[in-house]
């Protein structure tokens, strides 16, 4: 993970694009999140809710006739084999337990 330029920018394109209102709110939001990612112990509590409670990291299965047809080695991502069948649980989870 990057963090923005010194033109607050994300690579060639993006950037902060919100209402000076809510740039106090973005601030906290950001601060909260690095100092959260950077603690050894939030980042081995939540990969152990990731694993446990929402089934990641899913499975990748060869599609092995169509890797033969396209002429590449071709996986799918079986994130409908996780307990919620999509990627929500992965943000919700990184936000409810830093509450």
Same mark, same amino acid.
């Given at each position: 993970? #990057? !963090?923005?330029?010194? %033109? ?9 694009? $919100?209402?000076?209102? +809510? *740039?106090?709110?973005? %601030?906290? $939001?950001? /601060? ?5 990612? #950077? ?8 990969? %152990?809710?990731?694993? $446990?409670? =929402? !089934?990641?990291? /899913?499975? +990748? /299965?060869? =599609?092995?006739?169509?890797? $033969?047809?396209?002429? @590449? /080695? ?9 307990? %919620?069948?999509?990627?929500? *649980?992965?943000? @919700?989870?990184?936000?409810?337990? #830093?509450?």
């Amino acid at each position: 993970m #990057t !963090g923005p330029s010194g %033109t607050e920018r994300f690579g060639e394109f993006g950037g902060r694009y $919100v209402l000076e209102s +809510l *740039i106090p709110a973005c %601030t906290k $939001v950001e /601060t909260a999140f690095r100092d959260a990612w #950077t603690d050894p112990s939030f980042r081995r509590d939540l990969d %152990t809710l990731l694993r $446990v409670y =929402a !089934g990641r990291p /899913t499975a +990748l /299965t060869p =599609a092995w006739r169509l890797s $033969v047809e396209l002429g @590449v /080695t071709l996986f799918l991502k079986r994130e409908d084999l996780a307990h %919620t069948g999509s990627h929500k *649980i992965n943000n @919700v989870l990184g936000q409810a337990f #830093t509450r």
